[in-house]
């Protein structure tokens, strides 16, 4: 009866997290005072991958991560740059290592992007869309 029970309980988490892929949008954010209007899944993922330290005609980019097990973290990576958790691990190994760049800070949470990014015009995050509100500037929608 309990090995059945865990078994329903992993099927049914592994169905939630499916169904939070399938559903979830992810918007990259900035603030409001940033003159950025729109941005490409490209763009995006130069500034979170390390290939570029600014925003296009908006000066520099300080970008804020979401942490490893996070599925919105997993979500913007696959969508914006069709990269997994570990290829985009090994991108930024190679990175730092070389001192070429420093990965994106990691903040603890959406609320904690949001603050980040609503205090600072420079900076640039991700956060499901359902988390925007007047304090942040969505240039990028990811579905």
Request: proline share 6%; hydrophobic share 45%.
């Amino acid at each position: 009866m309990l090995q059945e029970f865990k078994i329903w309980t992993i099927a049914t988490a592994l169905l939630l997290g499916c169904s939070f892929a399938a559903s979830a949008q992810v918007v990259v954010i900035v603030n409001p005072k940033s003159p950025l209007t729109t941005l490409s899944p490209e763009q995006a993922s130069a500034v979170f991958l390390g290939k570029t330290s600014s925003l296009p005609g908006a000066g520099p980019a300080q970008p804020a991560d979401l942490p490893d097990a996070n599925a919105v973290r997993e979500l913007f990576y696959t969508k914006a740059a069709g990269k997994t958790a570990a290829q985009v691990k090994a991108s930024w190994a190679r990175l730092t290592f070389s001192g070429k760049a420093s990965p994106p800070k990691e903040l603890s949470s959406a609320a904690e992007v949001k603050k980040h990014v609503a205090g600072n015009v420079d900076a640039i995050g991700y956060i499901e869309k359902s988390a925007v509100d007047n304090t942040v500037k969505v240039v990028l929608t990811i579905e």
